[in-house]
């Protein structure tokens, strides 16, 4: 069973960084293309990034300011996130898909699906 578990939200100010991480257990990461999201109150949820196999890419208000990446073990998958603006704000989550080899943006070729991480960025 497929599990994914977001931590290291919280509130910070505008400017500083804050990396989130995702504990997966049931998967190996090679064989998943893994994304993260985020929704803001009132609004759909929003492409992030996507990282398979050893590479990544962000949506474009991300680009240069965040990257994802794993550790030696390949059980945590990060997000790390620099000059944080208060249009950062929303919850984060963790996402996969088995065995997909291309990058996607959309929140419905993503099955699995983590509980999220609220980021609060202030001004």
């Known amino acids: 069973q497929v599990q994914l578990d977001e931590s290291g939200g919280g509130v910070v100010q505008a400017g500083a960084s804050l990396r989130l991480s995702c504990a997966a257990s049931?998967?190996?990461?090679?064989?998943?293309?893994m994304g993260w999201f985020r929704q803001a109150p009132g609004k759909e949820r929003e492409f992030v990034g996507s990282?398979?196999?050893?590479?990544?890419v962000y949506g474009d208000s991300m680009k240069g300011r965040f990257s994802i990446y794993t550790d030696n073990t390949k059980t945590t998958l990060y997000l790390h996130m620099n000059s944080l603006k208060p249009e950062d704000t929303g919850v984060y989550y963790c996402?996969?898909?088995?065995?997909?080899?291309?990058?996607?943006?959309?929140?419905?070729?993503?099955?699995?699906w983590g509980q999220g991480t609220q980021v609060t960025v202030s001004s």
């Open positions: 049931g998967l190996t990461f090679n064989n998943y293309a």
């Open positions: 990282w398979i196999g050893g590479s990544s």
């Open positions: 996402a996969g898909q088995f065995g997909r080899r291309y990058y996607s943006d959309q929140v419905r070729e993503y099955e699995h």
